[in-house]
């Protein structure tokens, strides 16, 4: 009676007539009852069934046949077919048989069918694997047979949940539902329908946190009439692991060892597999991974294929444990190719979730560097590269450089791969600093990247600029700051100016060069100008202006062939042009070609010197210009540019200052120019006289004779300036005359619409409505004549006016000319509107201006009018603009009717729920709709579909078109242009919406573009409808009762609407009206009214409601006379409702009563034993037909059968067939088989009925057996017989581990085979008491091996230290192949093989013993300390001190093993520190250590031992040697203590120190250094060593002094010779070091020499013994040596005053400027030179503020006394005072020595050029008169002898000039040497002087003019 939707049932019908039927006898079940095809058949066999077919009205399947014939006797036929799919519940047919001249039999057979649904996929998330209280979400995607109707939920056992389960339909938990909370499950109620034939549930719940592993949960989805559905998803909940950070460094280099403390937590206690992963490539194999509880005891982790594993378990027995913090060390060190954030640490147990931890550190990688400047020094303005050569420890490609250089920098920075400015890339400049990005190079540790930083320094700075910082930054690298030292020149920028002649009386001309010049910085010493005389003559003077007498005279020097000009007394600065003048005799003014040859250099100190050639030519004509200009456009609106064109010509060619220049007032502020109108160059402003212009600088191109020169010019003309521009171009180049040119340029205002003009009284109007537009309109500049407005006629109806304010009072109105509207701003008069008329002008202003129009519109169309204003003004462009005006029309409706179904067309209508209303409007527009032409119905007022049509016929079902739908409406999209000024005819046809009931009140809006919405109300009524079946007919008890019983019927009612009151009614003739008949809403019981015919129930104070359910309960007894199903309908009358009725099929049926049962053999039987089984039953009735006796099958032997009988004789008895009726979900086992005994006949008397089967042979416990006795028109009978199976077990069993280790557990797992399974739950196991052994035990159910969590499952209890009883609570434990395991713990007095007795206690099965076998193994808790260093030297002793406990006493074979590879000698164990004890035997390459002698060792006690042993020689870095512990029955222990053995240099000596990791100093020098050991600073030296080491080095081998010992680089050669040519340059090493890396060319050998010569500057500011210098390698001590003397190196430059040319006798002050690169550390002394020092004088120095004397000895003043330091601050200089040598003339080469303790003597020549004079000595005596001829005689006398040349300068005043002047020695004219006439005087040389005196004699003839005698005067010089 229970189906299954989609699979097929059968029916078997008896039927009987009171008579043989004649024909027409045919079955028939509606079509939509049925899902496929239907069968029928005489017999039960679907094979040989005959097929039904559809009637031709194809509303039935019929099954009709000729053989059918039906009569008194019954007939039994059988019906094949599978229900509708969408049946749900009781399926009720209808079954209909006929015949002709029959009524028909209708059957409502009792079937019901049931859904199903099933789990498609399921995702669980975050992960199926999860962490302790994680909110999982569970998502089903589910299917199903169909929708289902009620009662759908969902249950999950609440015992392994914790915090809330919600449920939801959408994967939002915030949107969820909560379930409710039993007592042991959680149940979800779902919404009703929520299955369906797909859907998706979501399901939020927290696991438990009891419950770890398999999370072993059901979800159960159950609903009314569908099948159960269980599913266990598949989830693993694991505890989780917390780390803290106690001690973590920030940061770590690589190679670096660092220590790790951690504390680690547990959500749960962990039993094994506790371990800490690190990935094998991210650390360094050089320093050992270890880890421990104590930071002084770490033990090694272990190198297991991509990883290092340290196992905790190893000495960390109680793993994890949960709440309680335990502490953990890691030591280890990162490799060079880890860089950054560091790398992750995973912590692991097992049955934990991985904790993957990274530590809070950064590892930088490491970053080598070299540098130079190129050049080097620079002029100041001139470019510097620097250059970096870089490589890295890893491979990098984010490199940047910074330079924070803000003070140091001119301009931009570039950099790149070399040094090619044109592909140099732009570094960027922020906050001060510029970044130079290197992202495009890859860096390495293999290769040097070269980059080239350019700058500008700061052209102020001159000399060292040391402020310069370089900052080298990469990702995850350290990074590191170069300190470039710069070196600049200042230069000189000198302007020169052609040469001016300057006008003569004389036959030679004089000319000058004039020169503005100016520096990057002031001058402060050494100004002087040198002029080549090439071209020119002498005199040459200088000076600061045009005036020649003032000038000063500039010295020839005939070495150089130049005149030299002493500048000193002017500084030179950047700022102001310093102008200079030298004045020479140019070429003969009849040259007029440029002559080339003459340099004029500037000099200063500290300066680049600067050379300049002048052309040496001048001007012969003036040059002009002729532009020409052409403009584009030449209206130009304001605001927008003009181009403004230029062709130029020139009368002669331009080599300089070429320039174009423009007012800047002209323009917007700015200027762009161009040669071609693709590139544009800006025109910088620039103040020339009072106005300020915007200057093109054209100077690269060069004007030329026929040549013309285009130009393009592009500005904003000034926003101020509105009509002509007049914009004045003015073209300059040197040696031209300023051209000007004024182009023609107009520029038009604009009006601008500040805003939308306001438009009232709406945007929205109707055709001939009054607004007003109000506008706010600026201009850019002022209007001076010409405002209009203009406004097309057509657009208006009637007169335009306007006004300044907003009113139409004084209003001016506008002409009508054409067809234009025309509003003259300029000159209107008020309209008739004002009161007075007067006269209106406006003008607009940059300023905003207001002013309003009054317009009546005119239009023929709607939406948006094309009304255009347009604004004038003279000078200004127009101005259209279009306001946003709409246009609006609206609907009339002229005669509108409402109809259904079978009604006429009326204005009303009343009709049901669920009909469809036709709506009829005749609409006539106001206008043409022009496009969105809608109707709009709302959602909620109806019931699917809306469908519209526009027709002047009412349309047909397949004219009309569907509405589009909404959340909020139904909207109709009617044609575009369908609503025109004709009538319209629209048809709307529409579903009231279901829960109306009374008037609908539907708005219908009617909407088009531009239109007002229409509403639209029909008067429609709807009558409601009653649903009274919302939830199935409830009987109690049944539907099926006996005759006599009471009945109660409840009725789940809804409506379509809202109602109350109403009627129930139904026949007397159905009921027993004597017995209580009454009603209820769920209260009290209320009777009904019944009358002849009628029962009446008064249904007062009920509700009816579409949103809530209405319950009626109505009881009465059936008419006992009335047999079967209980006729005639129960009516339902509610006011506005259509009446409802409803028939249920009421059944009335007989029963059966039990007397007493027989059961043989008895209550207890075995199996495969046959039972029996009496019933002794009466009945109420008698049988109308033969009944059947069904029991389930699935605990019966269905091969040997059931059989039944009248008797007690099985061999009479009939045989029950077994049938398959599907499962029902869990109402079933899952063996659903079904006997069925049939033909069994009863009466009212007494019978007995004998029933015999076997149990299944799986079957043990009471037998579940449910036998039912069915008939037709007879109420089930069900009984069940006391019957219980006893039943067998064969049990087999493993341990595992087989082998454990005391307080340890082992798991032994039972299983087995039975013949049934356990019913029990008290099931035991007994386990046997090993005294001494097992200490605690436990058992588990079904889990698989290995066990998940050691601990939690249940304990056993000790019995009377007989035995263990673990007791199997709420569990079934023997299945048909069943399992379960024991864990058993073992003590430490326990080894070797154990047997464990055990045995079962089950209800129902054999108890069968079985004896389980395990070993017990020990192991050893060891601890050792190192007594000697971790890192020793080659040849070291080592010593180790050892404890050693073990888990148990131990039985023998106690040793020690240790490779002997690792052992130079013997190793030795002792149990005294004092002693090396006893040698341990060499065994097979091992070291055995026997310690059996010391007897057993007990777990209580611990051993402590000493190892002593040194390593083998050869041996070098980590020994990775590893000793093992060992003993019987115990687990090796392997360790491998952390021995680091380091080879040293030199091995022949005994090194000093013994710390590997300090410095040693080498024994012996270099065997050679070059030139010598004591060198000067500044230097080449060259070392050469050959050095031989303990052991073979294995890389890393290397040679490294500090970066402060050395000037630039170091090189070394491996060439035997030492040829420097084949140099190996070494890098930037650690901070602060230079490293020559060896590593790939060296090895260090103990056997074999190497040879290495080293080259480098020793540092120039350290003096003394240097060094040291360090050679090193992996493992290797390092070695150190002081290498070289170096001697400090004095520069002195030296100052003399007053003046370097003293005259003879004159004391002089020099001043040494002392520069030292190293600082002096005693025994300065200053020596000078006694022969340069005028006799009996004093000498006297001073050192900063002190004076001294200096003393003599060995012919020099010693200075010496007052100390004086080299390289110091305060003194570097030191100041002299002496008298030079009297006899002197010219320079004095005289020697100032300073000497100092490690420096070389300096000795230093100052210029000192003394200079003679002459002693005065009487007038010149007249020697002899000779007619006219004259002869003086004059005498001399000197200081000093003088080298010849000298001059003698005389007066031509009294001298006949044309006639010369003579001199001679001995007054003899003819003797005589003539004298040079030079302008007014003559020059006399050739003669020498010295000190003792000579005598000259002139002579010359006096001018005959002459009336008095002058005084000849004579200069010497």
């Known amino acids: ?114 859904g199903w649904t099933r ?75 929520q299955y369906k034939p797909s859907f998706t549930i979501y399901i939020w719940v927290t696991p438990s946190t009891t419950f770890l592993g398999p999370w072993n949960t059901f979800v159960s989805f159950n609903a009314e009439y569908f099948m159960e559905t269980v599913i266990m998803p598949n989830i693993t909940i694991l505890p989780i692991l917390t780390v803290q950070s106690v001690s973590v460094p920030k940061i770590a280099y690589p190679e670096q060892s660092i220590l790790l403390e951690l504390t680690i937590k547990g959500s749960a206690n962990s039993t094994r597999g506790d371990s800490v992963w690190f990935r094998k490539t991210d650390y360094s194999p050089s320093v050992p991974i270890r880890w421990g509880v104590d930071s002084n005891y770490l033990e090694p982790c272990y190198d297991v294929g991509l990883n290092y594993i340290c196992f905790l378990n190893v000495t960390w027995s109680q793993g994890y444990v949960r709440k309680t913090e335990r502490k953990v060390f890691l030591s280890f060190a990162y490799s060079n190719t880890t860089t950054g954030r560091a790398p992750i640490i995973v912590f692991r147990a097992e049955w934990f979730k991985d904790l993957k931890y990274r530590p809070d550190t950064v590892i930088p990688g490491l970053l080598y560097n070299t540098m130079e400047i190129v050049p080097y020094p620079n002029n100041c303005g001139g470019a510097v590269w620097i250059h970096i050569g870089s490589r890295t420890s890893t491979e990098v490609s984010t490199m940047k450089a910074s330079l924070s250089a803000s003070q140091v920098v001119e301009g931009s920075v570039f950099w790149y791969t070399s040094m090619n400015e044109a592909a140099a890339i732009p570094c960027k400049l922020c906050d001060r600093t510029y970044t130079c990005d ?38 995850n690298f350290e990074s590191v700051t170069l300190n470039p030292t710069l070196y600049q020149r200042g230069a000189f920028f000198p302007r020169a100016y052609p040469i001016v002649y300057l006008p003569s009386d004389t036959q030679t001309a004089t000319a000058y060069l004039k020169y503005a010049v100016r520096t990057c910085v002031p001058t402060v010493d050494g100004e002087r100008v040198i002029i080549s005389l090439n071209n020119i003559q002498e005199p040459i003077l200088w000076g600061t202006s045009e005036d020649l007498f003032v000038a000063k005279s500039c010295p020839v020097n005939s070495k150089l062939k130049a005149a030299i000009c002493d500048i000193q007394n002017l500084t030179i600065t950047p700022d102001v042009d310093s102008l200079l003048y030298f004045f020479f005799i140019p070429p003969a003014l009849n040259e007029t070609i440029a002559l080339k040859g003459t340099v004029v250099t500037f000099q200063a100190n500290n300066f680049t010197d600067y050379s300049n050639e002048p052309a040496l030519s001048y001007f012969v004509d003036v040059l002009g210009l002729s532009p020409r200009a052409r403009v584009e456009p030449v209206y130009v609106p304001s605001g927008q540019s003009v181009l403004v064109s230029y062709t130029v010509a020139a009368t002669g060619p331009s080599s300089t200052g070429e320039t174009v220049a423009l007012r800047q007032s002209k323009t917007s502020g700015s200027m762009t120019w161009s040669l071609d109108q693709i590139t544009w160059l800006p025109c910088p402003p620039q103040q020339i006289s009072k106005y300020s212009y915007l ?219 669920g009909d469809l209303v036709f ?17 709009i119905v709302p959602k909620s007022k109806v019931t699917g579909p809306v469908y519209w049509f526009i027709s002047d016929q009412e349309p047909t079902a397949r004219d009309y078109f569907v509405c589009e739908q909404n959340q909020l409406s139904h909207t109709c999209r009617l044609p575009k242009n369908s609503l025109g000024y004709s009538n319209t005819h629209l048809w709307i046809y529409f579903v009231p919406s279901v829960d109306t009931v009374g008037r609908l009140n539907l708005p219908i809006g009617i909407n088009a573009d531009w239109f007002d919405e229409y509403i639209y109300l029909p008067d429609v009524t709807v009558l409601g409808v009653l649903n009274l079946e919302a939830e199935p007919l409830k009987a109690s008890p049944a539907l099926v009762v006996t005759s006599g019983e009471q009945i109660s019927l409840h009725w789940t009612i809804n409506s379509t609407g809202n109602a109350s009151n109403g009627l129930l009614t139904f026949a007397v003739a159905n009921v027993n009206k004597d017995k209580p008949i009454q009603w209820s809403l769920g209260g009290s019981a209320t009777p009904c009214n019944v009358n002849a015919s009628i029962v009446t129930c008064n249904l007062t104070g009920a509700s009816w409601s579409s949103n809530a359910m209405t319950h009626i309960w109505l009881w009465f007894t059936p008419n006992e006379t009335l047999v079967g199903l209980l006729p005639g309908p129960f009516s339902f009358v509610i006011p506005q409702f259509v009446p409802a009725r409803h028939a249920p099929l009421i059944n009335v049926l007989a029963k059966h009563t039990l007397i007493d049962t027989l059961i043989r053999p008895g209550t207890t039987v075995f199996v495969g034993q046959r039972t029996e089984v009496r019933f002794n039953l009466a009945s109420s009735g008698d049988s109308v037909g033969p009944h059947t006796i069904h029991f389930l099958a699935k605990d019966l032997d269905d091969v040997v059968g059931v059989r039944w009988g009248y008797t007690k004789e099985e061999a009479d008895a009939n045989s029950c067939r077994l049938f398959d009726v599907p499962s029902l979900g869990f109402s079933f086992v899952p063996n659903n088989l079904t006997f069925v005994c049939e033909d069994v006949y009863f009466t009212k008397e007494r019978r007995y009925i004998h029933i015999f089967f076997s149990p299944k042979p799986t079957y043990a416990g009471p037998l579940d057996l449910d036998i039912t006795f069915s008939g037709s028109n007879f109420r089930d009978f069900v009984t069940t017989p006391n019957i219980t199976v006893i039943a067998q077990s064969i049990t087999r069993w493993f341990v595992s581990p087989s082998t454990i280790y005391p307080t340890e557990f082992t798991r032994i797992t039972i299983y087995g085979n039975s013949t049934a399974k356990s019913r029990s739950y008290l099931d035991a196991v007994r386990v046997g008491y090993l005294s001494g052994v097992i200490t605690d035990l436990n058992w588990e159910h079904t889990k698989p091996y290995p066990a998940d969590v050691r601990n939690l499952g249940n304990w056993c209890n000790l019995v009377s230290n007989l035995f263990y009883r673990c007791v199997m609570q709420g569990m079934h434990y023997f299945g048909y192949q069943w399992l ?65 406990n073990p888990s148990g006493n131990t039985v023998g074979g106690e040793e020690i093993v240790y490779p002997s590879w690792a052992v130079s000698d013997q190793l030795y164990w002792s149990l005294n520190n004092g002693t090396l004890g006893e040698v341990c035997e060499d065994v097979d390459g091992n070291k055995i250590c026997s310690l059996e002698k010391l007897g057993p060792l007990k777990y209580t006690d611990t051993l402590e031992i000493w190892l002593t042993f040194t390593p083998t020689e050869t041996l070098l870095g980590p020994l990775n040697a590893t000793f093992a512990i060992e003993g019987l029955h115990m687990d090796p222990y392997v360790f491998n203590p952390e021995i680091t053995i380091y080879g040293y240099l030199e091995p022949e000596r005994i090194p000093s120190p013994f710390d590997p990791l300090l410095p040693n100093k080498f024994e012996s020098n270099p065997v050679g250094v070059l030139p010598s050991y004591t060198i000067e600073s500044g230097q080449l030296v060259r070392l050469h060593y050959i050095l031989r080491a303990t052991t073979t080095s294995q890389g890393g081998e290397f040679i490294q002094i500090a970066r402060n010992q050395v000037t630039g680089i170091i090189w070394y050669s491996l060439d035997p010779s030492g040829d420097e040519r084949n140099f190996i340059a070494c890098a930037d090493g650690p901070k602060g070091f230079y490293r020559c890396d060896l590593s790939t060319t060296v090895t260090w050998f103990r056997n074999t020499d190497t040879n290495i010569w080293i080259y480098m500057h020793p540092n120039t500011a350290l003096v003394g013994e240097q060094g040291p210098l360090y050679f090193g390698a992996t493992y290797f001590q390092t070695s150190m040596d002081k290498h070289v003397n170096v001697l400090g190196v004095l520069d002195v430059h030296s100052n003399v005053e007053p003046t370097y040319s003293p005259l003879s006798g004159e004391r002089v002050k020099v001043t040494f400027d002392i520069q030292s690169a190293g600082k002096s550390i005693g025994m300065e002394t200053l020596l000078i030179n006694i022969s340069g020092v005028q006799p009996n004088t004093e000498v006297k120095y001073e050192v900063g503020n002190m004076e001294d004397i200096c003393s003599i000895a060995n012919n020099s003043f010693v200075c010496q006394r007052t100390p004086f330091k080299f390289g110091y601050a305060n003194s570097s200089q030191v100041s002299v005072w002496f008298t030079p040598l009297s006899s002197t003339v010219g320079p004095l080469s005289n020697s100032f020595t300073f000497t100092a303790t490690q420096f070389v003597p300096t000795k230093v020549v100052p210029f000192i050029n003394v200079i003679a004079y002459q002693i005065p000595n009487p007038s010149p005596i007249v020697w002899t008169f000779s007619g006219r001829l004259v002869t003086t005689m004059h005498s001399f006398r000197s200081t000093g002898n003088s080298h010849g040349n000298e001059v003698v300068i005389f007066p031509i005043d009294d001298v006949e000039t044309s006639r010369g002047l003579y001199w001679s020695y001995d007054g003899q004219k003819a003797h005589s040497q003539s004298c040079l006439l030079i302008r007014k005087e003559f020059q006399c040389s050739g003669f020498s002087y010295n000190i003792n005196g000579v005598v000259v004699y002139m002579h010359f003839y006096p001018k005959k003019k002459k009336k008095k005698k002058k005084k000849k005067k004579f200069c010497l010089k």
Not at 32 to 41: A, E, P, R
Not at 1420 to 1428: A, D, Q, R
């Open 438 to 475: 290197f992202g495009v190079l890859t860096y390495s540790p293999y290769t040097i990247v070269d980059t080239y930083i350019r700058l500008i320094p700061n052209i102020k700075q001159v000399g060292f600029i040391t402020n310069l910082t370089i900052l080298l930054q990469a990702d």
């Open 695 to 913: 200057v093109c600088d054209v100077s690269s191109i060069d004007y030329a004779v026929g040549v013309l020169q285009r130009f393009y010019f592009k500005f904003v003309p000034a926003l101020d300036i509105i009509g002509e521009l007049k914009p004045t171009f003015e073209f300059r180049a040197d040696g031209f005359q300023v051209s000007k040119n004024t182009p023609f340029v107009y520029v038009k205002g604009r009006f601008v619409v500040k805003s939308e003009p306001i438009i009232l009284p709406t945007q929205t109007v109707r055709n001939r409505q009054p607004i007003m537009l109000a506008y706010r309109i600026a201009t850019t500049g002022n209007t001076t004549a010409g405002e209009k407005v203009r406004i097309k006629t057509s657009a208006v109806d009637g007169d335009v006016f306007w006004n300044t304010e907003a009113t139409s009072k004084g209003s001016m109105i506008c002409g009508t000319y054409g067809d234009e509207k025309v509003c003259d701003l300029d000159n209107s008069i008020t309209s008739e509107y004002g009161s007075t008329a007067k006269d209106q002008r406006f003008k607009f202003t940059v300023s905003e201006s207001d002013i309003y129009f009054f317009i009546t519109l005119n239009f023929m169309q709607l939406g948006p009018l094309p009304i255009t204003l347009r604004f004038e003004a003279v000078g200004f462009e127009t101005l259209p603009h279009q306001p946003d005006i709409y246009a609006l029309g609206n609907f009339t409706v002229v005669d509108d009717q409402v109809y259904s179904w079978n009604t006429f067309m009326t204005p009303s209508l009343t009709t049901r729920t």
């Open 1 to 114: 009676v229970h189906g299954v939707a989609g699979q097929p049932v059968v029916l078997r019908y008896t039927i009987s007539s009171p008579a043989l039927t004649m024909g027409g006898e045919m079955i028939s079940i509606p079509v939509n009852k049925v899902y496929g095809n239907l069968t029928w058949n005489w017999e039960n066999n679907l094979n040989q069934s005959r097929p039904c077919s559809i009637d031709a009205g194809g509303n039935y399947l019929v099954c009709a046949n000729t053989t059918f014939s039906f009569g008194p006797n019954p007939t039994n036929i059988w019906l094949f077919f599978t229900p509708a799919i969408d049946t749900l519940g009781a399926w009720n047919g209808p079954v209909t048989f006929s015949a002709v001249g029959f009524c028909d039999g209708i059957s409502h057979p009792p079937l019901s069918v049931y």
């Open 919 to 935: 709506v009829h409007l005749h609409l006539r527009p106001s206008g043409m709709s022009i496009g969105g032409e809608s109707v």
């Open 119 to 193: 789990v498609d996929s399921l995702v669980v998330s975050p992960s199926k694997i999860l962490e302790t209280q994680t909110r999982t979400k569970l998502t089903f995607r589910m299917s199903g047979s169909g929708t289902s109707k009620g009662k759908e939920h969902i249950s999950i056992d609440s015992s392994r949940t914790q915090d809330t389960v919600r449920w939801s339909t959408i994967d939002n938990e915030y949107s969820s539902y909560l379930c409710d909370s039993g007592v042991d499950e959680w149940l979800c109620p779902l919404s009703t329908g």
């Open 1380 to 1444: 379960m395991t024991l864990d058993i713990k073992v003590s430490q007095m326990a080894l070797g093989p154990q047997i464990l007795p055990v045995s079962f206690e089950s209800e129902y099965f054999e108890d069968k013993p079985i004896s389980p076998t395990f070993t017990v193994m020990g192991h050893w808790n060891v601890k050792y300390w190192m007594e000697t260093p971790q890192r020793i030297l080659s040849r070291q002793l080592v010593k180790l001190h050892l404890w050693i």
